[in-house]
């Protein structure tokens, strides 16, 4: 007999910035997401998240941090991805195996969608996680291994940021469009990433496995 899977949910912020120029085809382009060729042949994007409020059962996971690293050697839905994950390492071991689950997938929700078109799990580490929100700028470090940022690209109003709805498959009620930070760079697993002026995007992220 299966058992019942644990419900979660999850209310933050995130944001990616990856190696395309603006506007990623990946996701913006005339066929459905993911089917159009990355700008540069291959994808190389990482994806930072800050919990604000979340539970996994009953488990609490307010205030901590995750970061998905994911490289597609072609056309994205084709798969063949290797990805990475980093989690908070204020987390104890419970909390730890909840942003596990959710941030590989493997408990359901947005990034359970991606889960066939992975092929390699490079490693999944605890790692201390530096999430900031900074107005229209977001940064994420993990020491010695990234320190990627975006900030707004800039609109017709400079106070408002250009958003894009039902888009994106993190944030579909809307993300902003961005762009990567000079020195948005991340190295680790013999690969080594400067996305520096490349697309991005951020946004008020709702996920849960209902």
Request: aromatic share 8%; charged share 15%; proline share 7%.
């Amino acid at each position: 007999m299966s058992s019942t899977p644990i419900r979660w949910q999850i209310v933050g912020d995130y944001f990616e910035n990856c190696n395309c120029d603006m506007v990623c085809p990946c996701v913006f382009s005339p066929g459905p997401l993911f089917t159009a060729r990355p700008v540069k042949g291959s994808c190389e994007v990482g994806f930072a998240f800050h919990i604000d409020q979340g539970l996994y059962g009953e488990l609490a996971l307010d205030g901590l941090n995750a970061v998905v690293i994911a490289r597609s050697p072609g056309i994205m839905a084709d798969g063949n991805w290797s990805v990475a994950v980093y989690l908070d390492d204020r987390a104890n071991n419970n909390q730890r195996e909840a942003l596990q689950n959710i941030f590989t997938g493997s408990a359901a929700g947005p990034l359970g969608g991606v889960v066939p078109l992975i092929s390699t799990v490079l490693g999944i580490k605890s790692a201390p996680i530096n999430y900031e929100r900074q107005g229209k700028r977001r940064v994420v470090q993990i020491p010695g291994l990234m320190h990627m940022a975006v900030h707004a690209a800039p609109g017709l109003d400079p106070e408002k940021e250009i958003l894009a709805m039902n888009a994106h498959p993190f944030a579909p009620e809307g993300v902003a469009m961005a762009v990567g930070d000079q020195g948005s760079t991340w190295s680790d697993y013999g690969m080594q990433w400067d996305n520096s002026g490349k697309n991005g995007h951020y946004a008020t992220i709702r996920w849960s496995n209902q």
